[in-house]
């Protein structure tokens, strides 16, 4: 069992730039993909990054490509997400993801580990 605790969230304004970390731990934690989600109020479940354990392959949707940058620490067990140029409609609860077996990393059901969610809330 891998547990991931997201930090970083805050309130900001427009304009901005955050970092958000997510602390993997467990009693064995597992090579994975890490994986950046969020939910915004009233909104579905949307994709923002991926990246495998190496930092070989990394995955934006075109929304995002440009404003937000993935990366990993192995030996902390730690996945960032910077975010700049924040933009009210950023507005959400923000997630950390991690899987072991990857068919879609831009899927949110391949993801078998999931934190509890940071909230970030940018102001006009």
């Given amino acids: 069992q891998v547990q991931l605790v997201e930090s970083g969230g805050g309130l900001v304004k427009s304009g901005a730039s955050l970092r958000l970390s997510?602390?993997?731990?467990?009693?064995?934690?597992?090579?994975f993909m890490g994986s950046w989600f969020r939910r915004a109020p009233g909104k579905e479940l949307e994709f923002l990054a991926a990246i495998s354990w190496s930092s070989r392959e990394i995955y934006y949707p075109d929304s995002m490509k440009g404003r937000v940058t993935i990366s990993r620490d192995n030996s902390k067990n730690t996945?960032?997400?910077?975010?700049?140029y924040l933009k009210p409609e950023d507005t959400a609860d923000y997630y950390c993801a991690a899987g072991t077996?990857?068919?879609?990393?831009?899927?949110?059901?391949?993801?078998?580990?999931?934190?509890?969610?940071?909230?970030?809330?940018?102001?006009?």
């Fill in 79 to 84: 996945v960032y997400l910077q975010m700049n």
């Fill in 101 to 124: 077996i990857i068919v879609d990393a831009t899927s949110a059901g391949d993801y078998e580990f999931w934190g509890q969610g940071t909230q970030v809330t940018v102001s006009s």
């Fill in 22 to 31: 997510c602390v993997a731990s467990g009693h064995s934690v597992p090579r």
